[in-house]
């Protein structure tokens, strides 16, 4: 893959929240982490803690497949949840707003191939493969330079 | 007596369009007119339900809906007393074509205007097709929710717990999909299901040892990845016979905690002491032959009497909306002008959600 900056084992559903938080910790208006994977590998999972942490409360983060959006109001900033699963193309995700949006909001989105030519340039990608074990995920980081992939980084690789 | 009334509902929170027609009280009231445009069919040839997005769409489909509706029931805008739109929860882009078709008919005919939460309207509709009494317990069970409430009043849900992660609807639609089996899931894995052992596979039942109505599904959804996985190595691929023993197998997962949790939320439902025990199940996934009959069990187990709304009634339509805006029109409410969308509007905003994971702050 290219652009990768970091990649992790990991081990259990509770590695996979604890690496949500992390991620979380750096999250700020503007973000985009585009969250990739098959069908159970976890893309709810990783979303839900990273918003929960954020949001510091106790607050149900459901699955946005039906909803296609969610939006979280943190103290100190607006979380999208996106799961493009349903959609068939880019118009869909116009429709939605999401072109507009990408600048007031830090945002997690699933599926999000269906975004075709709105994959904004500065983008992380985590790529959240099957590991051997049940519960074993493979995380990759990747994406171009940018202040998003340089604070991920930090929290990353320490 | 109350005076009855003539009300005209809006509904385009999700993937229909839909409008219709309700006269008469909260303790009695039909249904003049109920038109749904769904966008099921048309896809359904092509594999798959997508949703109908386009705000554009929804606006169009709208004003013939309005229309229909009206002409249906044999009135015009002229006879309604009252318009109730879904403001929310939902889609973004939907709910405001909805909301805008509203607040259109409502400042050029100076009707009263409601905005109706999407899920009072489903939590409400026991009362207008069972005429259940307050207080009584739903499950709402749907692609897009799963939760308990004790519905008090028109305006008084409490929220007993649901899913944390996805809805009951969306893991058949997903287990469907990942075992080459049609759209939309429920229908095709309860059709396979029917020749298939519920025995055939252990499959997880998520938080069923747990206190409390929070339940889990995406974990199910994974484990029968994982089974399918295994069989398609083991053999060689997905015998017929294997697919119909894992959509029976996780059919009877699915329906083990609902109906493991329906006791539960029953024994605290009944802690209210209410007058005439009453339990309705209502969403999509009502319509299930094995959950339904399974939850009508339960009931009839733990003495309360067990209803369902036709499941024209069941799945998202204007009827609900315009029931629920002629209840709380009822109650002296109204909205103005200034009535926004609303993408998240929780029913019971007064409890915090029970989060049955508890993995949150794992690190502490």
Redesign the interface.
């Known amino acids: 893959m290219t652009n990768r900056f970091a990649t992790q084992s990991l081990k259990s559903a509770d590695d996979t929240a604890q690496l949500a938080q992390a991620v979380s910790s750096v999250l700020t208006t503007g973000d985009v982490l585009l969250l990739e994977g098959p069908l159970g590998a976890g893309k709810s999972h990783f979303a839900r803690h990273a918003i929960q942490a954020r949001l510091g409360r106790a607050e149900d983060v459901p699955s946005p497949t039906f909803t296609l959006v969610q939006v979280y109001e943190t103290p100190d900033l607006d979380i999208w949840h996106c799961d493009l699963y349903r959609l068939s193309d880019p118009d869909g995700a116009i429709e939605l707003g999401l072109e507009e949006a990408f600048e007031t909001a830090a945002y997690l989105i699933e599926w999000p191939s269906r975004l075709g030519d709105l994959r904004p340039a500065d983008a992380v990608t985590l790529q959240l493969a099957m590991g051997a074990g049940e519960d074993h995920r493979e995380a990759t980081f990747s994406g171009q330079p940018s202040g998003f992939r340089t604070r991920l980084e930090s929290v990353l690789n320490d | 007596m109350r005076a009855s009334m003539t009300v005209l509902g809006i509904e385009s929170s999700?993937d229909d369009t839909a409008a219709a027609v309700v006269f008469g009280t909260p303790d009695q009231a039909t249904i003049q007119s109920s038109i749904v445009e769904s966008q099921t069919d048309l896809h359904a040839a092509f594999g798959?339900?997508?949703?109908e997005?386009?705000?554009?769409a929804h606006a169009e489909k709208l004003d013939h809906c309005v229309e229909l509706a009206l002409r249906d029931a044999g009135l015009t805008l002229a006879d309604v007393d009252g318009i109730a739109v879904t403001s929310g929860?939902?889609?973004?882009?939907g709910v405001l074509s909805g909301v805008m078709c509203a607040k259109g008919l409502s400042a050029a005919t100076g009707l009263p205007l409601i905005g109706v939460n999407h899920l009072a309207g489903h939590a409400l509709t026991p009362r207008l097709t069972d005429a259940l009494h307050f207080p009584y317990l739903l499950l709402l069970v749907s692609?897009?929710h799963c939760q308990f409430l004790i519905v008090k009043s028109a305006t008084d849900f409490r929220r007993l717990g649901?899913?944390?992660?996805?809805?009951p609807?969306?893991a058949f639609d997903?287990v469907a999909?990942?075992l080459g089996l049609p759209q939309p899931g429920g229908p095709s894995v309860e059709a396979a299901a029917r020749n298939g052992n519920p025995k055939g596979f252990a499959l997880p039942r998520p938080l069923l040892d747990r206190d409390g109505c929070d339940m889990s599904f995406?974990g199910l959804?994974?484990a029968v990845?994982?089974m399918r996985d295994q069989l398609v190595e083991a053999d060689g691929g997905l015998t017929e016979q294997s697919r119909n023993d894992l959509c029976a197998s996780f059919q009877e997962a699915v329906c083990d905690v609902l109906a493991a949790k329906t006791s539960i939320a029953i024994k605290a439902y009944k802690g209210l002491s209410p007058a005439t025990p009453s339990f309705a199940v209502a969403g999509g996934v009502a319509a299930n032959q094995a959950i339904r009959g399974l939850l009508e069990t339960v009931c009839t187990e733990n003495g309360i009497a067990f209803s369902a709304p036709p499941l024209a009634l069941c799945t998202d339509n204007a009827a609900m909306i315009a029931y629920a805006g002629l209840t709380l029109f009822d109650l002296g409410r109204s909205s103005d002008l200034s009535l926004s969308a609303r993408?998240?509007w929780p029913l019971d905003q007064s409890q915090?959600?029970?989060?049955g994971s508890g993995?949150?702050g794992?690190?502490a």
């Open positions: 999700c798959g339900v997508v949703p997005l386009a705000a554009r929860p939902g889609l973004i882009g692609g897009g649901g899913t944390i992660d996805d809805a609807g969306e997903k999909k990942l995406s959804k994974t990845l994982r993408p998240r915090a959600p029970m989060l993995k949150k794992a690190k």
